[in-house]
């Protein structure tokens, strides 16, 4: 049986997607199963239980011998909430708590961490292990994946494989739910299909012209490719960026959107609102040749690759992973 956590949501969704592409139909899926928005993205997928979020521990511990794997991408993934307490427990906590049943049952573990814990990338964006405890992360949300980062690496025990993935920002099918949090190409879509135009944050750094701050955008398909990767690989345990491996700008990233849903590009600027401003990432791009040299090989999606597919294949028909 396979594991996987915040299964109802958009990357946990997904990832039983290929599972159950792959094969795999033992999928025990965990998540708060009383969030019924998100309901929708399980529809037609094979999955073998659905365990509450609260009820997990008890359950791996009544059925040890049959996990195979456990999928940790459950998460409290708002950054505009700044309960430090929700986090703590959602976040870091219930992932310590996974950590020591992958330990005690020997079970192999990937968990989400996230590019949130980069902070203005004062440091860079090199996934160098020696460096995660001096990151400065800009919100309580990057702070919970960055502590427990810290704390998987200070463990003297551990499992006997482990991954955590520092997620760049994602983009993809299955993000219906999120309302404000969903990605940037999920809200152009919805603004352009209504009003033909779209507004984007002006730039307030002289380094930068409006519309051409940078990010790395990665397409969902591809992030769930490396899952599936070291579940099978297991070996090289760590903490992994992944991204695309390529800043693009926010220019870019609309234009495509534009260009796939056959509209001429009409895009505006406005202020950046004061009480984020000076907390705003104006690049960031995953180095990414940590993850190559362990043998991951396959090419991501360029982002008019991976735009085109999604408003094409998902969006337009409001379709599902």
Request: hydrophobic residues 35%; negative net charge.
């Amino acid at each position: 049986m396979i594991i996987v956590t915040g299964a109802a949501g958009f990357i946990g969704s997904g990832l039983i997607s290929r599972l159950n592409q792959d094969g795999f139909s033992n999928i025990i899926a965990v998540d708060d199963f009383s969030k019924i928005e998100k309901a929708e993205n399980l529809e037609g997928k094979t999955i073998q239980e659905r365990v509450e979020r609260s009820e997990l521990f008890a359950w791996i511990d009544a059925n040890p011998r049959d996990i195979e794997f456990i999928f940790h991408i459950g998460a409290r993934t708002d950054t505009t909430e700044f309960d430090k307490e929700i986090f703590d427990e959602l976040n870091v906590n219930f992932s310590k708590e996974i950590w020591r049943k992958c330990i005690a049952y020997q079970i192999p573990l990937v968990y989400a961490s996230s590019a949130a814990t980069y902070g203005l990338g004062e440091l860079g964006y090199d996934d160098n292990e020696a460096l995660i405890p001096q990151l400065k992360p800009l919100n309580p949300y990057g702070d919970s994946k960055n502590d427990f980062d810290i704390w998987a690496l200070e463990q003297e025990e551990k499992p006997f494989f482990w991954v955590g993935l520092k997620f760049f920002n994602v983009y993809g099918p299955n993000e219906y739910h999120k309302s404000r949090m969903a990605s940037v190409i999920f809200h152009a879509y919805n603004q352009i299909k209504a009003t033909e135009k779209m507004k984007l944050f002006r730039s307030h750094n002289p380094d930068y012209k409006d519309g051409e701050q940078m990010r790395d955008f990665i397409y969902v398909k591809d992030l769930i490719d490396v899952c599936i990767f070291f579940m099978h690989h297991r070996k090289n345990s760590g903490i992994y960026n992944l991204g695309s491996g390529q800043a693009r700008t926010f220019k870019d990233l609309v234009t495509n959107t534009f260009i796939s849903m056959g509209i001429t590009p009409d895009i505006s600027y406005v202020d950046t609102p004061a009480d984020i401003r000076d907390k705003y990432q104006y690049f960031t791009e995953a180095n990414m040749s940590k993850l190559r040299s362990v043998g991951y090989s396959k090419p991501f999606h360029t982002l008019e690759e991976g735009v085109e597919d999604y408003v094409k294949n998902y969006l337009s028909s409001h379709a599902y992973l």
